[in-house]
């Protein structure tokens, strides 16, 4: 993790730093927009930025080639924690289903963002862990470990690359600047 001191003495955290730490910590939810909103309004943390309808690549569900889900995303940023709204629109099997049913929300994952992925995912599938999804987003490479009977959610695994860790610094400066009001949901690449 990277930080900088802001006006006030406050230290901004960057997520997207390599490392063991976690840096994010997502939901399932049904409505993308309105949740984005109750965190808004109940938290204050913002602004969210969008990703709308992910195709991924090379998509693997628990061992077997399988296609894509449709599903968006929003995340924001919390000190050193990313905040991270997911909402499926299909019912394609996901790590998203997996845990968290149709219709319903709740917590699913914490991440790692990691330069040495495929040490980090062997670790968890040496303690007997699998991997409920293996797949791309666009050349990053990242999974979900079904973690659940160990911790209660999936830990995610993400590969580093230039071009993730350009928006998560994205995301971390818009919350750093944010006045709590302007744009609390935007694109995260317009």
Request: glycine residues 10%; aromatic residues 10%; negative net charge.
């Amino acid at each position: 993790m990277t930080g900088a001191v802001l006006p006030g003495g406050a230290l901004s955290v960057t997520p997207g730093q390599p490392g063991r730490q976690l840096m994010q910590v997502a939901f399932i939810v049904e409505d993308l927009d309105a949740a984005a909103k109750v965190w808004i309004a109940t938290t204050g943390i913002g602004p969210f930025f969008r990703i709308d309808h992910i195709t991924l690549g090379e998509v693997t569900y628990r061992g077997m080639p399988a296609p894509s889900a449709d599903f968006s995303v929003a995340l924001a940023q919390s000190g050193g924690m990313q905040i991270e709204l997911i909402q499926q629109h299909c019912d394609t099997p996901s790590a998203y289903r997996d845990t968290i049913a149709k219709g319903t929300g709740g917590f699913h994952h914490l991440s790692i963002y990691t330069a040495d992925y495929d040490a980090t995912r062997q670790r968890y599938i040496d303690q007997g862990f699998v991997s409920a999804i293996d797949a791309a987003f666009g050349a990053m490479r990242f999974c979900y470990v079904d973690t659940a009977a160990a911790l209660g959610c999936m830990i995610e695994i993400v590969e580093e690359d230039a071009l993730q860790t350009a928006a998560f610094t994205r995301i971390a400066e818009g919350a750093a600047g944010w006045d709590g009001v302007t744009d609390p949901i935007r694109p995260l690449f317009p």
